[in-house]
């Protein structure tokens, strides 16, 4: 099993990543994590206050996978993390995947405001939508942990490699180093629930604490993706 980071853009000034993951298991199943900004903002930051990420042509998420010879007809899970931005806007471009997602967080979303700007890209005629709820195994060493208080039904995914070990993809439940002490923590502008993102941020550090992950991966943390290492290398 290989899990592939990917940088889809970046936001300024302190060049925040905007993540999407990719998990090749043993058998050659491709899940793909989050899709990222979409198409239409490349080139696009600076024309207007609402261009706030940095992406070029080479950070689209096709392009990205299209390094190490994934293809979209590849893809076969799409594990939607939530319906932000920068993480669910090219849905379209994966029409053979399944798209995972949290049942509470997509009945949610079609009455929240900030989610009807990517509404094309993850509630469209025909999608393989397959709703889950709470906690559970997707594949072997595929793990989805349910963790709302950003948005509700926010989920995380813990994936254990056969080298590094158990390794958990925080997304926006922690999405700095800074942020994982659960008392201590601030609310970020975008968090919509104090008391469920203390639980989910005390959910996960235990759940660390617990299976030994060697590698929390913060969700919008530049210091820490400096030194991670990023498609085309990979983590096993």
């Not at 300024?12 to 998990?23: E, I, S």
């Not at 939530?82 to 849905?91: E, F, M, R």
């Not at 009807?116 to 793990?143: F, K, N, S, Y």
């Not at 813990?158 to 439940?173: C, F, H, M, Q, S």
Request: glycine content about 8%; charged content about 25%.
């Amino acid at each position: 099993m290989k899990l592939y980071l990917m940088r889809l853009a970046t936001i300024p000034p302190d060049g925040a990543p905007v993540p999407g993951y990719l998990v090749q298991t043993d058998d050659g199943i491709n899940v793909l994590v989050d899709t990222g900004v979409p198409e239409s903002h490349i080139g696009a930051y600076g024309t207007s206050p609402e261009a706030v990420f940095q992406m070029n042509e080479e950070d689209h998420v096709v392009r990205q996978l299209a390094r190490i010879g994934v293809a979209p007809e590849d893809v076969r899970y799409l594990v939607c993390t939530h319906y932000d931005l920068d993480h669910a806007g090219n849905h379209e471009d994966f029409p053979a995947a399944e798209l995972v997602v949290q049942r509470a967080h997509h009945e949610a979303a079609a009455d929240i405001p900030r989610f009807q700007a990517t509404r094309p890209h993850w509630d469209a005629p025909g999608q393989r939508r397959r709703p889950v709820d709470g906690d559970m195994e997707l594949l072997p060493g595929i793990e989805l942990i349910e963790c709302g208080g950003h948005v509700p039904g926010h989920q995380a995914v813990l994936v254990r490699l056969p080298e590094t070990g158990p390794l958990l993809l925080a997304i926006d439940a922690i999405p700095h180093s800074a942020l994982r002490d659960p008392d201590k923590r601030q609310l970020q502008p975008y968090d919509m629930n104090e008391v469920e993102m203390r639980a989910s941020t005390r959910k996960l550090v235990d759940l660390a604490r617990r299976e030994g992950v060697t590698l929390i991966v913060y969700g919008h943390d530049p210091a820490q993706w400096a030194g991670l290492r990023t498609l085309p290398d990979f983590y096993d």
